[in-house]
């Protein structure tokens, strides 16, 4: 499954280093064939410490996590909307990513210039979020227009999905992120048909966004709470990353990044936070498949049957599928092996009913 997210950002607020940091994490691409090679997409291994111990018990000859790949997107300036800057291509790159990972500096440096000349990070994230609702504005609008033929001669399908536009279209001249209004979209009458609207207008402010307030050691702090207070108000998630360490931890071995961190007083992992936070947010999780030749990690959307998540490795085993043998990874390294497992009733049969649960090792059967 292939899932990206972006990496937006005001100039010098960290961006870049931020990508450099998680792209030293990354992984080879030739285990992943949906993946771009290109120099501004990193393929970042999901932390999961699941894999290594079923890798472990089951002697496997190679370990291959779940991953998430990373677009380092242009950087954004204001009025991009119209066109400033890179702005038509910063916009364009948005919209083909799952995630929006948008950093804002939350650090004092007289070395390293605000394009707004102050540290503000609420109005950062105002301008940037403004930029996407404007673009959306744009998008909506010309839908209305191609669509104002069909709507004045009454096509029914004109005017329903006419009806959703104009419900969008207000929230966007409220300046308002169309995220926070997906709940009562999805919740009301024309749901199924907001739901098909939103797929085919690929919106910028619909997209999850997951704040990344970026910090640096020695830099002078500003005051986060008013920040994390706004994005909460927005019904948004963040977290709190220092890139310029972790660029620096992601450098070193990992016997010697303990010790580096316990040199500076640094206790957490922000870009590993990341990470999980992005993968959290789309509402994914893993389960695995585990041998002498391989473990691996497949991810798939939450509530995925059994079927749905055979076809992460291949359509056979949705199309073919016939049962499979289920059981809990922490079940399984507890009995010690698939032996003990199936004699304390641990390993089940499921059929094409069972809700993959997180955490599950499955052998399908076609």
Same mark, same amino acid.
Request: charged share 25%; glycine share 8%; with cysteine.
């Given at each position: 499954?292939?899932?990206?997210?972006?990496?937006?950002?005001?100039?010098?607020?960290?961006? +870049?280093?931020?990508?450099n940091?998680?792209?030293?994490?990354?992984? =080879?691409? !030739?285990?992943?064939?949906?993946?771009?090679?290109?120099? $501004?997409?990193g393929?970042?291994?999901?932390?999961? /410490? *699941?894999?290594?111990l079923?890798?472990?018990?089951?002697?496997?000859?190679?370990?291959i =996590?779940?991953?998430?790949?990373?677009?380092?997107?242009?950087? &954004?300036?204001?009025? @991009? +909307?119209?066109?400033?800057?890179?702005?038509?291509?910063?916009?364009? %790159?948005?919209?083909?990513?799952?995630?929006?990972?948008?950093?804002? *500096?939350?650090?004092e440096?007289?070395?390293?210039? %605000?394009?707004?000349?102050?540290?503000?990070?609420?109005?950062?994230?105002?301008?940037?979020? &403004?930029?996407?609702?404007?673009?959306?504005?744009?998008?909506?609008?010309?839908?209305?227009? $191609?669509?104002?033929?069909?709507?004045?001669?009454?096509?029914? @399908?004109?005017?329903?999905?006419?009806?959703?536009?104009?419900?969008?279209?207000?929230?966007?001249?409220?300046?308002?992120m169309?995220?926070?209004?997906?709940?009562?979209?999805?919740?009301?009458?024309?749901?199924?048909?907001?739901?098909?609207?939103?797929?085919?207008? %690929?919106?910028?402010?619909a997209?999850?966004?997951?704040?990344?307030?970026?910090?640096?050691?020695?830099?002078?702090?500003?005051?986060?709470?008013?920040?994390?207070?706004?994005?909460?108000?927005?019904?948004?998630?963040?977290?709190?990353?220092?890139?310029?360490?972790?660029? /620096?931890? +992601?450098?070193?071995?990992?016997?010697?990044?303990? /010790?580096?961190?316990?040199?500076?007083?640094? !206790?957490?992992?922000?870009?590993?936070?990341?990470?999980?936070?992005?993968?959290?947010? &789309?509402?994914?999780?893993?389960y695995?498949?585990?041998?002498?030749? !391989?473990?691996?990690?497949?991810?798939?959307?939450?509530? $995925?049957?059994?079927?749905?998540?055979?076809?992460?490795?291949?359509?056979?085993?949705? /199309?073919?599928?016939? *049962?499979? !043998?289920?059981?809990?990874?922490?079940?399984?390294?507890?009995?010690?092996?698939?032996?003990?497992?199936?004699?304390?009733?641990?390993?089940?049969?499921?059929?094409?009913?069972?809700?993959?649960?997180?955490?599950?090792?499955?052998?399908?059967?076609?």
């Amino acid at each position: 499954m292939n899932i990206s997210v972006g990496i937006v950002g005001l100039p010098n607020v960290g961006k +870049s280093t931020l990508f450099n940091a998680l792209t030293r994490k990354g992984v =080879p691409a !030739e285990n992943y064939p949906f993946c771009t090679i290109d120099p $501004s997409v990193g393929i970042v291994p999901v932390p999961d /410490e *699941r894999v290594g111990l079923l890798a472990d018990f089951s002697k496997s000859a190679k370990q291959i =996590p779940a991953v998430i790949e990373f677009v380092d997107i242009a950087g &954004l300036v204001k009025g @991009a +909307s119209a066109g400033e800057g890179l702005g038509n291509q910063f916009l364009q %790159h948005i919209r083909e990513v799952d995630v929006i990972a948008e950093v804002v *500096r939350v650090y004092e440096d007289s070395n390293i210039a %605000h394009v707004s000349g102050r540290i503000d990070p609420i109005d950062d994230i105002e301008t940037i979020n &403004l930029e996407l609702v404007l673009s959306d504005l744009q998008t909506v609008s010309k839908r209305m227009a $191609s669509l104002a033929r069909d709507v004045k001669r009454g096509d029914k @399908a004109a005017v329903a999905e006419n009806m959703i536009l104009l419900k969008l279209e207000e929230i966007l001249k409220a300046g308002q992120m169309v995220s926070s209004h997906l709940a009562m979209l999805m919740h009301s009458q024309e749901r199924e048909n907001a739901a098909n609207v939103l797929k085919n207008l %690929h919106l910028l402010s619909a997209k999850p966004i997951l704040y990344v307030l970026n910090k640096k050691h020695g830099g002078q702090m500003i005051e986060t709470k008013p920040t994390e207070d706004f994005i909460t108000k927005l019904g948004a998630k963040f977290v709190v990353v220092d890139a310029k360490i972790e660029g /620096e931890l +992601s450098e070193l071995e990992i016997d010697d990044r303990a /010790e580096f961190k316990q040199g500076l007083g640094v !206790e957490d992992d922000g870009v590993n936070d990341l990470i999980k936070a992005s993968y959290e947010l &789309l509402g994914l999780e893993t389960y695995f498949t585990t041998g002498p030749d !391989e473990t691996r990690a497949w991810t798939i959307k939450k509530g $995925s049957t059994a079927p749905e998540a055979g076809l992460a490795i291949h359509t056979d085993f949705k /199309e073919k599928f016939i *049962r499979a !043998e289920v059981v809990f990874w922490q079940d399984l390294l507890e009995a010690g092996s698939y032996a003990a497992a199936r004699e304390k009733g641990l390993v089940r049969t499921e059929g094409k009913e069972y809700v993959v649960k997180d955490g599950d090792v499955i052998e399908f059967k076609i």
